[in-house]
């Protein structure tokens, strides 16, 4: 009876240790497309937009790992990788206490895809008229891509949750 007991236990356990590894295994899927009005509902109309060309964003997007960091430095669009490294060849850098919003690479690529602009806005949403200097620093700011047409949401918030 003990050898059962016992051989019960260990499959279990060997079950849950192998399901465990392949659920950390999995990647983070970050963010989602929706359509301009939709966006605009849930998420508000875009206080601060700012233009930059789709062929930039592909080519600093062809250098980007997994993820893909997004940020406003005053009005200066950033492109940064996962150690927050511009993508741009700019060098500039964001330090570690300011925010950065999270995309995966794979749902960037997707936006990009179906996109016909050859224009991509920067959108910071969610600002009151006091917070338009703050920018993407302000607890209420909320980064978007948008094409005019679809806009790309539901990014992670860099920090307090960092990939």
Known sequence: MKKIVYFCFVIFFGTLLVSNVSAQSKELRIGKIFAKEEANQLFGKPSITIPVRKDLLKAALAKADKYVFFSLKGKLPLILNS?????????????????????????????????????????????????????????????????????????????????
């Open 83 to 163: 150690r927050r490294i511009s993508l741009l060849g700019d060098n500039v850098s964001l330090s570690a206490n300011e925010k950065a919003f999270v995309f995966s690479k794979e749902v960037v690529e997707e936006f990009l895809n179906s996109s016909k602009s050859s224009v991509i806005y920067f959108e910071i949403r969610g600002l009151n008229n006091l917070e338009l200097n703050t920018t993407a620093t302000s607890p209420n700011a909320v980064f978007s891509l948008s094409d005019g047409v679809y806009t790309l949401e539901a990014s992670m918030i860099c920090p307090p949750a960092c990939i």
